[in-house]
C-alpha cells in the first residue's frame, strides 16, 4: 500500500510561484507512473502533469504547459510540481496520484491506484 501525502498548497498572488511537494512511502516508489491532478470548487478532477518512473516521460495539460515543471527524485521518494505565472484559475486543491502501470491514458483519474489527501493552492488576482 502506497501513501501520497502532497504539501506546498498556500494563498498566493497571481504571477507568484509555488513548488508543491508529495511524498510516497509504503511502496516501490521508483516503480510507480507519477501524475498531478487538481479540483477545483464544483469542478471535476482534472489532470495536470504526469512523469514516468524514471522521468524519462513527462506530459503536461494544455492549461499548465510553460508554466508548470514536474520532476520527481527517486532516491527521496518524492514528486514536485514546480508552478510559475500562477493564475487565478490554477486555484484549487491539488492531488498527486500513483499507479503501476506505465502505459495506457495516464491522464484519466480512474486508471491511478493511489492519491494523496490533496494541498490547497489559492491565487489571488
Known amino acids: 500500500q502506497v501513501q501520497l501525502v502532497e504539501s506546498g498548497g498556500r494563498p498566493v498572488q497571481a504571477g507568484n510561484s509555488l513548488r508543491l511537494s508529495c511524498a510516497a512511502s509504503?511502496?516501490?516508489?521508483?516503480?510507480?507512473?507519477m501524475a498531478w491532478f487538481r479540483q477545483a470548487p464544483g469542478e471535476e478532477r482534472d489532470f495536470v502533469a504526469v512523469?514516468?518512473?524514471?522521468?524519462?516521460?513527462?506530459d503536461y495539460a494544455d492549461s499548465v504547459k510553460g508554466r508548470f515543471t514536474v520532476s520527481r527524485d527517486n532516491a527521496k521518494n518524492s514528486m514536485y510540481l514546480q508552478m510559475d505565472s500562477l493564475k487565478p484559475t490554477d486555484t484549487a486543491v491539488y492531488y498527486c496520484?500513483?499507479?503501476?502501470?506505465?502505459?495506457?491514458?495516464?491522464?484519466?483519474?480512474?486508471?491511478?491506484?493511489?492519491w494523496g489527501q490533496g494541498t490547497q493552492v489559492t491565487v489571488s488576482s
Open positions: 509504503g511502496g516501490t516508489f521508483s516503480t510507480y507512473l
Open positions: 512523469i514516468s518512473s524514471r522521468g524519462a516521460f513527462i
Open positions: 496520484a500513483a499507479r503501476s502501470a506505465q502505459g495506457g491514458d495516464w491522464k484519466n483519474r480512474i486508471q491511478y491506484d493511489y
